[in-house]
């Protein structure tokens, strides 16, 4: 059977993708993707209208759409695009209703957790609870739009 190796990311609705994509990007350590020269060369062109974009962390970006990405993983030199792991915040017009059935799990390990709860509580998450089961100990939060993630 022949078998190949798919791209993938992941995407989360978002009431301002470039804030997310802000807090995300501090929260793990990636990068925000530079999509500027994309934009400007699609823009010279009239292929798409300035209606689509903004200016969000200091450079030209897609007003409905922000990215984040490992700084060690391969990206597409001309889209800025992430080839590798990679966090897509889509906007969307409804607000979070109910809870996430996907979350992301943050590992500090236990002598630094707190420490990095604390740090994302700098950032702008909130604490929802703390969990001590048998199988491990964790901290539920969530980010600045509401999303459920975990520290442990």
Known sequence: MDTMTLEWK???????????????????????????????????????PEAITTTAHGRRAWLDLAAVRHPDDPYDQESGAGHGRRLLFQRVPEPKTVKNRLHLDLHAGPDRRDAEVARLEGLGANVLRKVEEPGGTWTVLTDPEGNEFCVS
């Open 10 to 48: 992941v995407v989360i609705d978002a009431a301002d993708p470039h804030a997310q994509a802000g807090f995300w990007s501090a929260a793990l350590g990636y990068e925000i993707e530079d999509n500027s020269g994309l934009v400007e060369r699609l823009l010279g062109l009239g292929a798409v």
